[in-house]
């Protein structure tokens, strides 16, 4: 074994290796951008190197800086993890002339999987089943269009360097052939330098199950399968092990199809054979044909380790260190059932769009396994992937494990940046899922009730009326923490959203809460504070950001009164006491002009004065209080006269 690996890569796939390394006495290097310098992966490394700027380009790219990185180190081996040099064949050749070991499969292993119209012919070879197609050199349009008569509608044009739907294009008629050739393969051109295409049978309903493979060089197994057809846009969103409706008849037939895959291209290490399955009338082994081989480990290994009981980074570290395959294939076995939810920093109901931010509270319940690169006051930022962590259950049986998946991601906290959780949360309580009934087209045609954002309850409103009051601390563990007015206004703002909430004191530990025409009851019991009855939700506040976990987390902006009215007042005709207090002055009378900025009062609140100023030109219709005035919050204190026009 290894004394020292170096990890060319960042964030939670750097930490797992890590964590499997020193399981095994393995020290570890880590590498960093500028970014990257307080990461949790250079933490938890027995040592770090700088290797430049934060964009990847500038250093987890920079293969010659990472080899000079392990050399400078005394690395003998370098782990590639997933994305950046993983699949990078020059790399592989750079890190073995250097005298290093690289973690994965061989460079010539790497090329011939790289493209797709290479790759097929040789797993036809190999008596893999492939979709039926067209696969060769011939790119004359009226060859292909040709093709696809003989293949038959629909088809599915493919760039041959084709990945993540680029230069994919569905011809459902011959007619459409000749400018879906044109457009898929001008796609082709722009995104990979390469315009060449296939020519496939378009498989209907599709799901993408996938095999996991392990090879040492000369021999490979299989740790059976993945089924990753929750998707959006080619992003997975929940994979799970095994594939739900999988039969012993087809998983055997997966299983061969893929060793003898990794077997011909003498694999080693952990690589995965991808398949497109025809879901249309159940699983069947005729049904599954090869797509692509991905020669690294993935993102979404842990459901393959939870359902098999092995450490897929162990086995890496000691098949690269020249021992044979831990296991033989009948000594590998199949138990329970794994899912696994990707966490991202996103704004779902926008999108999906990237979101960045510095999470100011992140915690996740015990129960689940998770696999995160980022602690609580680190920054997403927009460098990398917004990937906060990889939330994975585990239970005896799919329903069981998909049920703890959704108290998993219930009870996760995440505060300091919007995320897919609570649409995670919904995919779990899909019907379909729950059924098993997956296919990579669920997420686009239930899209709307799955994006929905809910509300935050009158309850959850109150409570954060409360905390932002000061009358109780955000952990929901102490009493008043001041002499409380009677009532007063609190301003919140959620989702874009102004929220007046009214507020009532009603004894030493009690209170109501008025949020539009509902009211909430308050009580400080022994247990903590309850809100209509039930207990306070878990909260972390972050400067006016306050956030309240209830489900998915609701996060609440508190406003200041007073900057609140200001803003506020270009509308309104009223200017009203932003908050309980006594009026000093009143420096307006009925029938006065006043302009934009002119003072009109001062209230004395909590001790400090606060200047009333006209949101606007315009003339004094009412003054409603007087000097010397006690006022509640929200009493009206002077009326302009309705504007004109
Ligand atoms: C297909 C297909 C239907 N028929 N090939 C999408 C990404 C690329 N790696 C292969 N993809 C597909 N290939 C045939 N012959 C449908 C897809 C496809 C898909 C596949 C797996 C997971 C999600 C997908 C979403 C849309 C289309």
Redesign the pocket.
Known sequence: MFTKILIANRGEIAVRVIESARALGVKTVAVYSDADAGAKHVQLADQSVHIGGSAPADSYLRGEVIIRAARDTGAQAIHPGYGFLSENPDFVEAVEAAGLTFIGPSADAIRAMGLKDAAKKLMEEAGVPV?P?YHGKNQDPEHLSGAADTIGYP??I?AVA????KG?R?VTRPEDFASALDSARGEARTAFGNDAVLI?????K???IEVQVFGDGTDAVHLFERD??L?RR?QKVIEEAPAPGMTQEMREAMGDAAVRAARTIGYKGAGTI?F?VDGSDGLRPDRF?F??MNTRLQVEHPVTEAITGIDLVEWQLRVAAGEPLPLRQEEITLSGHAFESRLYAEDVPKGFLPATGTLTHLEFPAAARIDSGVRSGDTISPFYDPMIAKVITYGPTRQIALARMTRALEGSQVAGSVTNLSFLAALTRHTGFAAGDVD??LIERDLETLVEAAAPSARIVAQAALAAAGLMQADATAGFTLWAPLARSIYLVHDGEEIRAVIRVSGAESAEIEIGDETVAARREARGWTFGGRRAAPASRSGSTLTLFDGPGFAFTILNALDRVQEAGGSGNLIEAPMPGLVKAVFVAAGQAVNEGEKLAVLEAMKMEHTLTAARDGTVAEVLAEAGAQVEAGAPLVRLEEQEG
Do not use: A, D, F, N
């Open positions: 979709v197609g088809v599915l493919k084709g990945g993540g739907g994919m569905k496939e049978k378009y498989v209907e599709p799901r993408h990753c057809s998707q080619h991808e497109i044909w797509m692509e990579t087209g």
